[in-house]
Every structure is written in C-alpha cells, then in structure tokens.
C-alpha cells in the first residue's frame, strides 16, 4: 500500500468516527431531550391533576360555605320572629284574654265534674299564632286568642275590651233621625257599611259624651278562621270553624250587625250557654280522632312552637 492508497484510508476512517460520533451524540441528545420532555409533560399533569383537585375542593369548600350561611340567615330570621312573637305574646296576655279562657276553662271543668263531657270532648287552645298565607297581606300571622276543639266545629274566640256602650255594625241607615252626628265616622256614602263605634262618657267631660269609632273586632277572629282554615285544606280535614267575639269590661253590646258571621257575645252566661247548646245538639263533625289530629296540626302550625331544626331536612331534600 503506497502513501497515497494510506492518506485516503486514513481520511475515510477520520470522517467514519467523525460521523459515528455525530451520530451518537444526536442519539444521545434526543434520548435525553426525550426523557426530559416526558418529565416534563409527566409534571404539567401532575399540577394539572392537583390544580383540579383543588379547585373541586375549592368549589366544596364554597358551596358548604353557603349552605352554612343560607341555614344561619334562615335560623336568624326564625328567631327574629320567634323572639318578636313572643314579646308580643307577653304583652298581649290582656285581663280580656284571660278572662275568655277562665270562662271557657271553668265551664269545661264543672261539665267534666258533672260527667256531662269527658276531658277530651272540649279541647282549649290559647294564645294559637298561625301564619296568614297570600302575599298582599301586611301581617304574616295571625293571633287566635282562644281555639275551642269540639266534636260539633272549632270555635275561635276573639276577645276585645271596651269601656261604655258598644255599637256593633252601626251604619247610617240604622241612625236613622241622628244620622248626621255619625256621618264624620262613615267614609263613603254606602248607607249600608258597618262600623262599631263606642259611646263612653266616663271619659267625656261632664254633661258630654265621648263618641269613637274602632276597627272592626270581627277582622281578627275572620282573619283567624282563614288561618285555621288554611291547615284544615292542607290537612285534609272537614272545614267547620264558628269565629266568636267576646266584649269584656263593656256596660253593653248592642249588635246591629246583618252579617252571619261572627257570633257576637258581651256576658258570660250566654256565651257560656251557646257552649254547651253546641256540646248538646251540635252535629258531629269530628270523631274523637278528629280531635287529637286537629290539636296536633294547629300546635305544630303555631309559630311560637316552630324550630329552624327542620331546615336541615329541607335543605337536603333540595339538593339531592
């Protein structure tokens, strides 16, 4: 082999391992541009996977937020109304109101004692706050004074205390000759609208006589008997309510009122004599098992008695 044939080999070898080495290397940097690219797809998924975790926990954490906040604004606003029903429940505990329940009580006691009723044929219900339904209405429930449960209806019992004369369902027709002295009490020229008005010179000056007119004492038992109703329906329960009300402290009633609802009573013994002409020859509307369900169903109705414990109930009825 001369020099020549020698330089060519040695120049074909030289470029082989150059090459060869080239070669290598790209393998080598893609192996590990490979490896590193892995690991680094291999890291966006892991931030991915927790960056997800964390926004479900987030979104839990959020939701369990609200719902801790919708319940504390539910309870706040139970309590509000709870705490603002009971003061009212406080200061509306007039000698009128119990002196309706002592009547009631004491004719039930003497009955039972004289064994013409058993204890459960005359149920007494005071102080009974139902809610009013119908969003036009101001109040959102309705004070019941007294609810009487009896096989023959539910009797509730409005009580009002008035000194003087009591002139119930006066209008202008039945003024007749006076008219013109009670007109400033009638707002439109219906001859037939009913006011009541009380005649009281006890707080007159002396050879005068003190005239007011006051609203309608039928509007509280009416309103009331519409509660009542209400969880009758829902109840599925027969619908016999006789709203009744009861004059205290007032020299007399006279009643000049055309309308059939409601009884209207000024003494004890003929209220008490109504009662038990009802317990005698009422028809009966209700059995005995009527009877528990009707106290059951107004007792859980009754505002003051309710409890935001339910929410929890409701709330998860409402998400599932």
Known sequence: MNASDFLNMYVWVTAAGVLAFVVLGLIIYHYFSAKSYKKMVAE????????LDQVEKDYELKKEEDRKKVKEDYEQKIAAVNAYVKDMEKLSRTASEMEIYTIVSD????????????????????????PLSGEDKDRKFVKND???LMKSGIYLLGTNNLEGKVLYGMNQDKAKEVSFLLDDFFSTDDKKEEKTLVADNAQAEQHSLKV???????????????TIHNQLQSNDLERRVLPIVYFTHSNQVINYSKAYKPYVFDQKEKLAKFLVGQLKDGYPFY????????KAVLEHADMTRREAGHFGQELAVEHT
Request: hydrophobic share 40%; no cysteine.
């Open 44 to 51: 966006v998924e892991r931030e991915a996977v927790t960056t």
């Open 287 to 294: 059995t005995e098992k009527d009877m528990k369900k009707l």
């Open 107 to 130: 004719l039930k006691d003497k009955l039972v004692n004289e064994g013409s009723i058993q204890p459960s044929d005359m149920i007494l219900l005071p102080n009974v706050y139902l």
């Open 146 to 148: 007294l609810i009487v």
């Open 212 to 226: 007011r007119s006051i609203e309608d004492p039928a509007t509280q038992v009416l309103d009331g008997m519409e």
